[in-house]
């Protein structure tokens, strides 16, 4: 009998756990500052975050997101704002730094470019990254990357920097008291 009524509990879970997780994901919502994209959920922290707390966090992607999709490493720049901002940090204590390399190159590059080597897709992270851009996030591209990948400067979304490769760029933020995020 108890086995029975185990072959019959599992499936049944497994069968709600798409329901119980589209619920939670219901909590998650944009803003305050990027309305478009970066959703966070609100939470309970046993541990308030101090006042003054200032955040200067490096993102790494070498991950490329599918044709006409937003990346959604980048897109974690955006939840990283609009949650810290809920929870009360300013916006001008948050200074964030991507830095592209591997696949993820092509993520920075302008719809001509991106378009001719992606079947005419369009670049879904384009518009994110001059919304940040405007929020004060960096992105820089590992030019070791871009070489590999026949991206020149001239291929770059505007106000992308090229930097000599993505180690160097991680080497420098670090000294400038960036710490990675590893996500």
């Known amino acids: ?69 937003l990346s959604r490493a980048i897109e974690s720049a955006a939840r990283f704002i609009n949650m810290h901002v809920a929870a009360g940090v300013p916006e001008n204590n948050i200074r964030l730094a991507i830095v592209v390399h591997g696949g993820a190159a092509h993520d920075l590059t302008n719809q001509q470019s991106y378009g001719s080597r992606k079947d005419g897709a369009e670049n879904g992270s384009a518009d994110a990254i001059a919304t940040l851009q405007k929020h004060g996030v960096n992105f820089y591209l590992c030019g070791q990357s871009a070489a590999a990948h026949g991206i020149s400067n001239a291929d770059l979304l505007p106000g992308v920097k090229m930097e000599l490769s993505a180690m160097t760029a991680h080497a420098l933020l670090q000294q400038q008291g960036y710490t990675l995020n590893p996500f």
């Open 1 to 69: 009998m108890r086995k029975l009524s185990l072959t019959l509990l599992v499936p049944a879970l497994i069968l709600a756990l798409p329901t119980t997780a589209q619920a939670q994901m219901e909590n998650f919502k944009t803003g305050p500052v990027f309305d478009e994209f970066g959703p966070t959920a609100p939470v309970q922290t046993d541990t308030p975050l101090p006042k003054d707390v200032t955040f200067k966090i490096n993102f790494d992607v070498a991950k490329a997101a599918e044709p006409g999709t």
